[in-house]
């Protein structure tokens, strides 16, 4: 199982971390690393880098970078870089980005569908080595050409959680990258919409939070307070609607803010929404949420003091499995 199984890595650790991580996960025999882009945290594309360089074999993904955020020459440029220097073991994840960053900063964000459309052709055709002139997907281009196309192109993954952005991953993409917050039942639900638009062979990655303790008891109060800040601002609706608790989850939320949402959810949702146990209860989840048709599960650690530890146990445990 641990072919199947990665981390994402970035977000909840200084960046001068991730080189010791990162050659922890490959040492332990997982099969991906994904650099996460949170604004303001760590840099996806300079994460995905720092990964690459420090490790030898494993496949090292963006999870994901927003389509609005670079013009799509530049992110041509930066991921055939990536793609020619270390061939066959980058992936690059692309994705909407979280409007309320993207306001932050000014930066316009209609018409996903047709930004991503547009951001995936123009990424392709640039690295085939043509050269770019008009409107792509809303983004101008104006006798763009790329002086090194990588001669093996990254593959395209897309995250998305609602229908039609699931849907075009299928029709355009070469793979599916799920949020954190994907239970079993949302990814039977994301793999049919994929295989219904054309991408029945279409590998899906189910990113998903990771706490792990001694018991499970635990690993659930540690992370409450992350689940309650996250779900309450109801940007998890697909995922929450999956397992039917999203009229549930409002109402907690708006009686008692995320506070009152950390410490009144039942531990179902927990179980759930997360990876969330002592090593053998994460192992059992991991192996359901692969069960319910992801081909990946890349776990998000939420315990940096931890972290080394809970890498190498969890590599044993899996590899036991």
């Given at each position: 199982?641990?072919?199947?199984?990665?981390?994402?890595?970035?977000?909840?650790?200084?960046?001068?971390?991730?080189?010791?991580?990162a050659?922890?996960?490959?040492?332990?025999?997982?099969?991906?690393?994904?650099?996460?882009?949170?604004?303001?945290?760590?840099?996806?594309?300079?994460?995905?880098?720092?990964?690459l360089?420090?490790?030898e074999?494993?496949?090292?993904?963006t999870?994901?970078?927003?389509?609005?955020?670079?013009?799509?020459?530049?992110?041509?440029?930066?991921?055939?870089?990536?793609?020619?220097?270390?061939?066959?073991?980058?992936?690059?994840?692309?994705?909407?980005?979280?409007?309320?960053?993207?306001?932050?900063?000014?930066?316009?964000?209609?018409?996903?569908?047709?930004?991503?459309?547009?951001?995936?052709?123009?990424?392709?055709?640039?690295?085939a080595?043509?050269?770019?002139?008009?409107?792509?997907?809303?983004?101008?281009?104006?006798?763009?050409?790329?002086?090194?196309?990588?001669?093996?192109?990254?593959?395209?993954?897309?995250?998305?959680?609602?229908?039609?952005?699931?849907?075009?991953?299928?029709?355009?993409?070469?793979?599916?990258?799920?949020?954190?917050?994907?239970?079993?039942?949302?990814?039977?639900?994301?793999?049919?919409?994929?295989?219904?638009?054309?991408?029945?062979?279409?590998?899906?990655?189910?990113?998903?939070?990771?706490?792990?303790?001694?018991?499970t008891?635990?690993?659930?109060?540690?992370?409450?307070?992350?689940?309650?800040?996250?779900?309450?601002?109801?940007?998890?609706?697909a995922?929450?609607?999956?397992?039917?608790?999203?009229?549930?989850?409002?109402?907690?939320?708006?009686?008692?803010?995320?506070?009152?949402?950390?410490?009144?959810?039942?531990?179902?949702?927990?179980?759930?929404?997360?990876?969330?146990?002592?090593?053998?209860?994460?192992a059992?989840?991991?192996?359901a949420?692969?069960?319910?048709?992801?081909?990946?599960?890349?776990?998000?650690?939420?315990?940096?003091?931890?972290?080394?530890?809970?890498?190498?146990?969890?590599?044993?445990?899996?590899?036991?499995?």
């Amino acid at each position: 199982m641990s072919n199947r199984v990665g981390f994402v890595l970035g977000s909840t650790f200084h960046p001068s971390m991730l080189v010791p991580v990162a050659r922890a996960v490959e040492e332990h025999g997982f099969a991906s690393i994904w650099s996460t882009e949170d604004y303001f945290a760590t840099a996806g594309v300079a994460g995905a880098a720092t990964v690459l360089a420090a490790t030898e074999e494993i496949r090292v993904g963006t999870g994901v970078v927003s389509v609005y955020a670079r013009h799509p020459g530049l992110l041509a440029m930066e991921a055939g870089t990536l793609a020619s220097v270390h061939p066959g073991r980058f992936v690059l994840g692309i994705g909407v980005g979280g409007s309320w960053w993207l306001d932050q900063q000014g930066i316009e964000h209609r018409r996903p569908l047709g930004a991503v459309r547009g951001t995936v052709e123009a990424l392709r055709a640039l690295w085939a080595g043509e050269t770019l002139t008009g409107d792509h997907g809303g983004f101008t281009f104006e006798g763009i050409h790329l002086e090194y196309p990588p001669p093996e192109p990254p593959p395209i993954h897309l995250g998305a959680t609602g229908p039609k952005m699931t849907a075009l991953a299928g029709e355009i993409c070469d793979g599916l990258v799920l949020s954190v917050f994907s239970s079993p039942a949302f990814v039977r639900v994301e793999r049919d919409i994929v295989a219904a638009n054309g991408g029945a062979d279409t590998p899906i990655t189910t990113f998903a939070f990771l706490s792990v303790a001694e018991t499970t008891a635990e690993a659930r109060v540690r992370i409450r307070p992350l689940l309650g800040s996250f779900l309450a601002d109801g940007e998890s609706t697909a995922m929450t609607d999956a397992i039917g608790i999203t009229e549930e989850l409002r109402a907690l939320a708006r009686t008692g803010g995320p506070e009152g949402l950390a410490a009144d959810m039942p531990d179902e949702w927990i179980d759930q929404l997360s990876v969330c146990g002592d090593v053998d209860t994460c192992a059992g989840q991991i192996q359901a949420l692969l069960a319910a048709g992801s081909d990946e599960v890349a776990l998000a650690p939420i315990h940096v003091e931890s972290l080394l530890g809970d890498i190498k146990d969890l590599g044993t445990a899996i590899a036991a499995g």
